[in-house]
Nanobody, 127 residues
Framework: VQLVESGGGLVQAGGSLRLSCAAS?????????????MGWFRQAPGKQREFVAG????????YYADSVKGRFTIARDSARNAVYLTMSMPTPEDTAIYYC????????????????WGQGTQVTVSS
């Protein structure tokens, strides 16, 4: 399983940015034709990794960290096995490396360690 993020970069506070993640590889046929739960975590300099957002395999359930609720939106394109994170009204506190994650059995959420991780994409928010 490979998760490849894209779309990171420099954005001004108050702007917007969309991160993308494409999943590839072989998933067990047991899990709904290969559709896994997906999500995003992030790690800021000097801080631990933290949960950002998660979405179920069918896209019907989403979770958000309180710090991004109302500003970030997670969505998925099941046909492409891809997930997106739209960051609206970012602040310098959102500066971090953002990791795409996937899990066979659980929707990514705070307090869990998803099975699969991407390499990460840097997001820098300037004030």
């Amino acid at each position: 399983v490979q998760l490849v993020e894209s779309g990171g970069g420099l954005v001004q506070a108050g702007g917007s940015l969309r991160l993308s993640c494409a999943a590839s590889g072989t998933f067990s046929g047991l899990y709904n034709g290969g559709l896994y739960n997906m999500g995003w975590f992030r790690q800021a300099p000097g801080k631990q990794r933290e949960f950002v957002a998660g979405i179920s395999s069918n896209g019907g359930t989403t979770y958000y960290a309180d710090s991004v609720k109302g500003r970030f939106t997670i969505a998925r394109d099941s046909a492409r096995n891809a997930v997106y994170l739209t960051m609206s009204m970012p602040t310098p506190e959102d500066t971090a490396i953002y990791y795409c994650v996937s899990d066979r059995t659980r929707i990514p959420q705070a307090g869990m360690d998803p099975q699969y991780w991407g390499q990460g994409t840097q997001v820098t928010v300037s004030s």
